[in-house]
């Protein structure tokens, strides 16, 4: 995780999710849950793991950069234009659901070989889950990229004996 040959140890890793969760990975959680109880589209976020992924996922990075970008972007005196509007939002809302059909479409695929085997065998249970929540964290990672690329007009960021420096661009 480091950019090193050996992976991190789990201690050092679930160390950090409890800084996602302090961050707003509950509030996330909460606003996910209340949004499946609105009627029509309720129903399509509960019965879609992806979705759930990529709205959770979404809130919870809004969560964690807001406290570090919102006062640099004051300082740079460039507004809060930095997160996608709501057609956009809605673009990657729909890039989600379908590469979650897809995602399920494949796991039907792949499964085929796997029908007459036992139903306790471990490959079926986790390929079809597995697909779909990676089909949430692709248009995920699309939007942090897409705000990235919305905040390098704004800030040069560079590292110097390790620490990052953030220098501000003003219009």
Do not use: N, Q
């Amino acid at each position: 995780m480091g950019g090193g040959a050996d992976l991190t140890p789990a201690l050092e890793t679930a160390s950090l999710l409890w800084h996602v969760f302090l961050a707003g990975g509950a509030k996330a959680v909460a606003i996910v849950v209340v949004l499946g109880l609105i009627p029509f589209l309720g129903d399509f976020i509960v019965d879609s793991v992806g979705m759930r992924a990529f709205l959770t996922g979404v809130l919870v990075f809004r969560f964690m950069i807001a406290p570090t970008v919102e006062p640099l972007l004051a300082a740079a005196e460039a507004g809060s234009g930095i997160y996608p509007g709501l057609w956009v939002s809605l673009g990657f809302v729909v890039i989600a659901a379908v590469l979650e059909k897809l995602a399920l479409l494949i796991s039907a695929l792949i499964l085929i070989p796997f029908e007459g085997r036992k139903p306790g065998e471990v490959l079926p249970i986790v390929i079809a889950p597995a697909l779909v929540f990676l089909a949430g964290i692709i248009p995920l990672l699309m939007y942090t990229s897409y705000v990235r690329l919305l905040l390098e007009p704004f800030f040069i960021i560079s590292v110097i004996g390790g620490i990052p420096l953030y220098i501000i661009h003003r219009r």
